[in-house]
């Protein structure tokens, strides 16, 4: 179990902010159980469902930006229940673009690749491993894209949802697996002792020229139109 504890790079929760945020919260000092929830759910609504620079960016960038998705996500997550001594592992994957039509639009969703990077985390917890993904949207921006698309109540893709389960979506942990993304799956890349094992051999599908493009404006436009659905 050490490996998938140990702190790393991008896992870097000896990191004096994220050490903070342990100690405010009272995590270390909780069951097993509730400090999962705790984490889970910090991660799911108090960190914002948006985009970040890059996806193998260091839990503390995570946490200093406030928001994040399924990859960044995943590392503060991973970062936080390491900290606290919860296993933990990552599971990568591919997912399609249109998973993301809606947050992504116009120019920027024709000229992304067909496949985008998509990553979940494993938990070990009593003696089973728990795939966690749930986490991915806040509820603020969830139940708002849900009330924008009521008349919905099966599947439904796309503003970053892949569900069969539009309306009750399994966000919620009670010792359960969590999903919010699961169908929009291509691609399994399998198990990853950590978030930088999995950064090291997969990278998004894109060229320099359209990474910084991507850094430097597309994700902009898209956390503006997440942020749009957010306000209602």
């Given at each position: 179990m050490k490996a998938y504890t140990k702190e790393t790079n991008l896992l870097n929760y000896s990191d004096s902010a994220i050490q903070i945020l342990i100690k405010s919260r009272g995590w270390d000092r909780l069951p097993v159980k509730e400090q999962?929830?705790?984490?889970?759910?910090?991660?799911?609504?108090?960190?914002?469902?948006?985009?970040?620079?890059?996806?193998?960016?260091?839990?503390?960038?995570?946490?200093?930006?406030?928001?994040?998705?399924?990859?960044?996500?995943?590392?503060?997550?991973?970062?936080?229940?390491?900290a606290v001594g919860v296993p933990c592992r990552m599971h990568g994957f591919t997912i399609h673009k249109s998973l993301q039509k809606g947050a992504m639009t116009g120019w920027y969703y024709l000229l992304s690749p067909r496949e985008i990077l998509h990553s979940w985390v494993e938990v070990k917890y009593q003696g089973k491993w728990l795939n966690i993904e749930g986490f991915i949207l806040d509820l603020s921006y969830l139940n708002k894209l849900q009330q924008k698309f009521k008349q919905c109540t099966g599947s439904f893709c796309g503003y970053g949802?892949?569900?069969?389960?539009?309306?009750?979506?399994?966000?919620f942990w009670n010792e359960n697996d969590t999903y919010v993304q699961k169908e929009g799956i291509e691609r399994d890349f399998g198990l990853f002792d950590s978030a930088d094992d999995f950064f090291n051999q997969h990278r998004q599908g894109l060229g320099p020229l359209k990474r910084a493009i991507f850094s430097s404006i597309v994700r902009h436009l898209m956390n503006r139109n997440v942020g749009r659905i957010r306000r209602g």
């Open positions: 999962i929830l705790g984490i889970y759910n910090y991660v799911r609504d108090e960190i914002l469902f948006g985009y970040n620079r890059a996806d193998d960016i260091p839990a503390s960038e995570v946490l200093k930006d406030g928001y994040g998705q399924c990859n960044t996500k995943g590392v503060l997550f991973m970062a936080l229940l390491r949802v892949a569900t069969d389960n539009f309306q009750n979506p399994a966000i």
